[in-house]
Nanobody, 126 residues
């Protein structure tokens, strides 16, 4: 069993920043590709960003490209999502997810992820 614990969500004004963190319990964290997904009210869950197990490859959704940055620290079993220039359209529940990856690379399909965090609410006011 792998447990993912998220933190950093909250309320912020448009134009502000938040930093989400996800801590994993697995000692094999370094071989998990990691992803961030979000789900807004009335919308389907969508990929936000992803990062390979080595941290050398990343993916960003077009809607957030240039504003968000994903990173990981394998020594601390953590992954982060730095969110800048937030706007009300970014309001959603954000989920951390882990996918076992022996070959490396990013995963962008939700079905590829084996473990999910509980989700953390991000609300951006105008």
């Amino acid at each position: 069993q792998v447990q993912l614990v998220e933190s950093g969500g909250g309320l912020v004004q448009a134009g502000g920043s938040l930093r989400l963190s996800c801590a994993a319990s697995a000692r094999t964290f370094g071989r998990f590709a990691m992803g961030w997904f979000r789900q807004a009210p009335g919308k389907e869950r969508e990929i936000v960003a992803a990062i390979s197990w080595s941290g050398g490859s990343t993916f960003y959704a077009d809607s957030i490209k240039g504003r968000f940055t994903v990173s990981r620290d394998n020594a601390k079993n953590t992954v982060h999502l730095q969110m800048n220039v937030l706007n009300p359209e970014d309001t959603a529940v954000y989920y951390c997810a882990a996918s076992w990856s022996s070959a490396g690379g990013v995963r962008i399909e939700a079905a590829a992820y084996d473990y999910w965090g509980q989700g953390t609410q991000v609300t951006v006011s105008s």
